[in-house]
């Protein structure tokens, strides 16, 4: 244990490259989660086949796979990725593969109810998608959200295969200067867990704090629309 004390400073900057790796990836999967996932539910077959190709290619294939393609395969094509990158874009992609899925099933089961009242109202269906759609698919969207984003959070550990000083990399430099292997990956798996639980906190937060919204607005509405009635029978 007291190796692990004396390099905690490089765990610590293990740790930091992790949640770096994370967030960037998190937030491009988000993007193509989104993007991916609208372009599936296009009624223009140009717009829905590409976004089902990307899909099926990235959830079809190792992760493992895509990031050697990103950083080994590359630069024989004369493109040359820094590993940060390459990581990045390789679990952004990936991941946000499984999260378009989530997007585009989540809508779909609102679509056709929601769309018939957008359109009775005169909405376009950018307008319906924007102010209908995406707002009442939100909730359903956040818990599969939350696994894919602690999924996400695990996979980090693989970037350490592309030279990625990460929380692995550094746990497996402590693991050959010291040979104290059991303490120094039950310390990262430990490490590893709690980021993962912090990650599903955040999310039942997420989901508590639209749920009260939702009800605020919902009463707002309410108080409004009686309101409305009484000035009404007032000017009857």
């Not at 050697?68 to 493109?79: K, R, T």
């Not at 999260?99 to 769309?115: D, L, P």
């Not at 959200?145 to 295969?161: A, C, E, I, Q, R």
Request: proline content about 4%; hydrophobic content about 55%; overall charge positive.
């Amino acid at each position: 244990m007291s190796a692990i004390i004396e390099y905690a400073p490089l765990l610590w900057q293990g740790l930091m490259t992790t949640i770096l790796v994370a967030v960037l990836s998190g937030a491009l999967c988000l993007i193509v989660a989104f993007s991916m996932g609208l372009a599936r539910l296009s009624r223009y077959w140009i717009i829905r086949w590409p976004a089902g190709v990307f899909v099926e290619i990235f959830r079809g294939t190792s992760l493992i796979v895509q990031m050697f393609w990103f950083f080994y395969a590359l630069p024989f094509f004369g493109i040359q990725l820094h590993p940060l990158t390459a990581a990045v874009l390789a679990l952004g992609l990936n991941e946000g593969a499984y999260a378009a899925e989530v997007v585009r099933g989540a809508i779909s089961s609102r679509a056709k109810g929601q769309n018939e009242a957008g359109i009775a109202l005169g909405m376009s269906p950018a307008l319906r998608l924007r102010r209908i759609l995406i707002p009442q698919s939100i909730p359903a969207m956040l818990p599969p959200f939350g696994n894919v984003m602690v999924d996400l959070l695990k996979n980090t550990s693989l970037v350490s295969l592309v030279t990625v000083t990460d929380l692995t990399f550094r746990a497996q430099m402590i693991r050959s200067s010291t040979g104290e292997t059991a303490a120094v990956f039950l310390t990262i798996l430990v490490m590893y867990f709690l980021l993962s639980v912090l990650l599903a906190m955040l999310t039942q937060w997420l989901e508590k704090r639209y749920a009260l919204d939702r009800r605020a607005l919902a009463v707002q509405r309410k108080v409004l629309r009686q309101e409305s009635l009484k000035d009404k029978a007032g000017a009857l």
